[in-house]
């Protein structure tokens, strides 16, 4: 996984991990790509911390936008409303939040968070582990 959070951007599709053979859906791709945002962020906020900058990403949910407003209405829509039902939170982000969540990592009141992937999805990934969301055994 180092890999994924230090090759160079423009090489990062040479990586034998990513490569179509390996890549077995969309969702793996979806899943590939936070887990590389996640890592990147930690690996440059080493980097830039020598430079006194701080480093953060946000891994938003599902966040009522025209994006979010076509995907519930489109043919995956049952399975995000199940998704959202389903969340501790029981619905949907807003715009406005995650601009909240940005402001903290921005502002002062931040100044001690670097290399962090703040997730805000309603829970909806703790449910696939913990709730109703998760697989049977």
Do not use: C, H
């Amino acid at each position: 996984m180092a890999l994924l959070a230090t090759t160079p951007a423009d090489e990062l599709l040479a990586l034998p991990m990513l490569q179509p053979d390996q890549v077995t859906d969309p969702l793996n791709a979806y899943q590939l790509s936070k887990r590389g945002n996640a890592l990147r962020v930690k690996a440059e906020a080493v980097r830039w911390g020598k430079r006194g900058a701080r480093v953060n990403t946000i891994s938003p949910g599902i966040i009522m936008t025209p994006l979010a407003n076509d995907e519930l209405s489109g043919p995956r829509g049952e399975g995000y409303r199940r998704m959202i039902d389903l969340s501790p939170v029981g619905r949907a982000g807003t715009p406005d939040e995650v601009g909240t969540v940005g402001a903290l990592l921005m502002g002062a009141d931040g100044a001690f968070i670097t290399g962090s992937d703040f997730l805000m999805d309603g829970g909806v990934t703790a449910s696939f582990f913990f709730g109703e969301l998760a697989p049977k055994a």
